[in-house]
């Protein structure tokens, strides 16, 4: 019994040492991706801005062109995008203050297509 005990407890010291060892190697380095956005598109009435960014997460992935719908005044995330992904790029344009309108090439994959995101619809127009 004493030695289930002891492997018990080794075991959970070993995943404590590891879940702490993450946490500040995530604090000190961050996210290995990076966001930067190409075009900040504010609404007709200025409420709501519609990010257009490209992602990068490093020599593995190929660089995406994605799309965030937020709030005046938020920060973009680094984060993937609320609303588009893409690996092709896009464009962007507001059709009043709750309509986007994304032209995109029907060629290109996408791997998020929502067309609703934070009351705004979004329409898709494929070239």
């Known amino acids: ?13 070993i995943v404590a040492i590891f879940m702490g060892g993450k946490y500040v190697l995530d604090l000190l380095f961050g996210s290995m991706c990076r966001n930067e956005i190409i075009q900040g598109v504010p ?17 593995t992935t190929s660089v995406s062109f994605q799309l965030s719908i937020m709030d005046e005044g938020d920060e973009l995330p ?23 309108r994304i032209n995109y090439k ?19 127009v494929g070239e």
């Not at 019994?1 to 010291?13: G, N, P």
């Not at 007709?44 to 490209?54: K, N």
């Open 78 to 100: 680094n984060q993937s995008g609320n609303t588009f992904v893409s690996d092709g790029k896009f464009t962007i344009e507001w059709v009043n203050e709750k309509n986007l």
């Open 43 to 59: 609404s007709p009435d200025g409420e709501i801005v519609a990010y257009l960014f490209s992602r990068d997460c490093g020599a």
């Open 106 to 124: 029907e060629s290109s994959r996408t791997f998020e297509k929502d067309t609703r995101v934070n009351g705004i619809k979004v329409e898709y």
């Open 1 to 13: 019994m004493k030695i289930v005990k002891r492997m018990l407890i080794s075991i959970v010291i």
